[in-house]
């Protein structure tokens, strides 16, 4: 399940600006950080009922839990399904990140290439 953490959708101000994510407006960035955290915040539920979902179905978990042998590994078990969840949001994070600095470089390249020319 891909989450919607694309914070272009987000990040941009309302003010009318050349640099679409440049504003001098206060109430402008306090609502971008707002929304930023509203998002993520719905993310984290996603990842807390997925990670729900998971230890539920987890066949080997209940394998675990039903063995005297190894019921003491069943936290080990949870931590290894929460982290894989977490780490797979923290790449899909990573991922969004880094086309958005890749897109903004290429913005900053054109517009120091635009001043030259001036």
Same mark, same amino acid.
């Given at each position: 399940?891909?989450?919607?953490?694309?914070?272009?959708?987000?990040?941009?101000? $309302?003010?009318?600006? @050349?640099?679409? !994510?440049?504003?001098?407006?206060? =109430? *402008?960035r306090i609502q971008i950080i %707002?929304?930023?955290?509203?998002?993520?915040?719905?993310?984290? $539920?996603?990842?807390? @009922?997925?990670? !729900?979902?998971?230890?539920?179905? =987890? *066949?080997?978990?209940?394998?675990? %839990?039903?063995?005297?042998?190894?019921?003491?590994?069943?936290?080990?078990?949870?931590?290894?399904?929460?982290d894989d969840v977490i780490s797979? =949001?923290?790449?899909?994070?990573?991922? %969004?990140?880094?086309?958005?600095?890749?897109?903004?470089?290429?913005?900053?390249?054109?517009?120091?290439?635009?001043?030259?020319?001036?």
């Amino acid at each position: 399940m891909e989450k919607d953490t694309d914070f272009e959708d987000f990040i941009k101000p $309302k003010a009318k600006s @050349k640099y679409p !994510y440049t504003s001098n407006d206060p =109430d *402008d960035r306090i609502q971008i950080i %707002k929304n930023f955290y509203e998002k993520r915040l719905e993310v984290l $539920k996603e990842d807390v @009922k997925l990670v !729900y979902q998971r230890i539920s179905s =987890d *066949d080997l978990l209940h394998t675990m %839990k039903e063995d005297p042998t190894s019921v003491e590994f069943v936290n080990q078990r949870v931590r290894e399904i929460f982290d894989d969840v977490i780490s797979n =949001d923290r790449e899909i994070i990573l991922e %969004k990140v880094y086309k958005q600095y890749a897109n903004l470089k290429g913005e900053y390249r054109k517009m120091e290439e635009e001043k030259k020319k001036v």
